[in-house]
């Protein structure tokens, strides 16, 4: 709700929906637990939702809690709410802090205590998360991975830590399920490492290269995975196609980028597929996509201009995009190490917000 609003869609009670947000987030169905925030008395106090209060997949409702924080934090900004009221979910938003342990440089549970949970095995599936592991949750700050860039120590550790989620071999713990779940056979069939494209929650996760310098490393992982993991046949889909997100995934990403945080304006910039794509806006007016001479060993960004000027971000802005617009793309078979790698070129964080 938050993103169509700030997107511009109108013609809604939006009052009436904002206080339904702030309702589920003191609140939760008394029957249905997956309605409203189960734990949230913990998370509104301690900042999380504990592992040792009986609560399943608690790290992973910490985190998707914390960024809706943010997107109710952006709404009540744009809708003129008490500057109490704003401030209070600015703070909550950075409450995925709480389980980074710097031990593992991974997400974590963490007891209600203040201790981490233990023992710890970052290949485990389920227990703190959902159908995934840390390697997958580690990703889920969409409006701050500047704030988790410097929780793991600046670019270079944080690109280490991107890089090794293909380079670690495709293990995997299931003593939580007591059998492997489909989501973990696809991990291993897709044979990308902890790479589970299959299972939504890392999907935006080959995208935050672009965040810490080497946007590269983004166009050839978004290339990989289309050219791999999709295809045209009744079984084309590497894993599950929830509400259309993998499909749409492949969407965006074929168009040559993403909106890694629904929320924000920004697309982040991937590598497109085709040599020309256009997209008929219900405005009237077109968005074209210009690759010319892409082709599958072309998988690299030299250049790009958007309405015939040199563009170095590594994001397009909603509005430009709904303005209708030109972006031309000049596909090299060798990345460009020099394109989007300044502080001025990387998308939005809310830790940037706030320096």
């Not at 490492?193 to 992982?221: D, F, S």
């Amino acid at each position: 709700m938050a993103d169509a609003y700030l997107k511009g869609l109108r013609g809604y009670d939006i009052e009436t929906l904002y206080e339904a947000m702030i309702h589920g987030t003191e609140n939760v169905h008394p029957k249905v637990s997956s309605t409203g925030r189960l734990g949230h008395e913990y998370y509104n106090t301690l900042g999380y939702v504990p592992y040792d209060v009986k609560i399943k997949e608690n790290a992973a409702r910490t985190l998707e809690y914390a960024y809706a924080d943010w997107t109710i934090y952006k709404l009540a900004k744009a809708l003129n709410r008490p500057q109490a009221e704003i401030d209070l979910y600015a703070k909550r938003c950075q409450n995925y802090r709480h389980l980074y342990s710097p031990e593992y440089k991974l997400m974590r549970g963490k007891n209600r205590d203040g201790t981490f949970q233990s023992p710890f095995s970052p290949t485990k599936w389920g227990d703190a998360f959902t159908e995934g592991n840390s390697w997958h949750y580690t990703w889920s700050v969409f409006h701050d991975p500047q704030g988790l860039i410097d929780l793991m120590g600046g670019n270079r550790e944080f690109v280490n830590m991107l890089d090794s989620v293909f380079k670690m071999p495709p293990v995997f713990d299931d003593s939580y399920y007591g059998f492997p779940i489909h989501e973990i056979r696809e991990m291993q069939i897709m044979n990308m490492g902890q790479y589970a494209h299959g299972n939504q929650p890392i999907q935006h996760m080959v995208y935050l290269y672009n965040y810490a310098g080497e946007p590269w490393k983004t166009q050839y992982w978004t290339r990989e995975v289309m050219d791999k993991l999709y295809t045209p046949a009744p079984d084309g889909y590497c894993g599950d196609e929830d509400n259309g997100q993998t499909s749409a995934w492949y969407v965006f990403s074929a168009m040559g980028f993403y909106p890694v945080c629904p929320g924000s304006d920004e697309y982040i910039l991937g590598s497109p597929l085709f040599e020309k794509m256009t997209v008929h806006l219900e405005n009237g007016k077109k968005l074209q996509v210009n690759s010319p001479g892409n082709r599958k060993s072309t998988r690299y960004i030299s250049d790009v201009k958007l309405n015939g000027k040199t563009y170095t971000k590594n994001y397009v802005k909603h509005l430009d995009l709904m303005d209708g617009a030109r972006i031309d793309i000049q596909m090299s078979d060798k990345p460009n190490k020099t394109r989007g790698t300044q502080k001025s070129d990387f998308p939005y964080s809310f830790s940037n917000e706030k320096k």
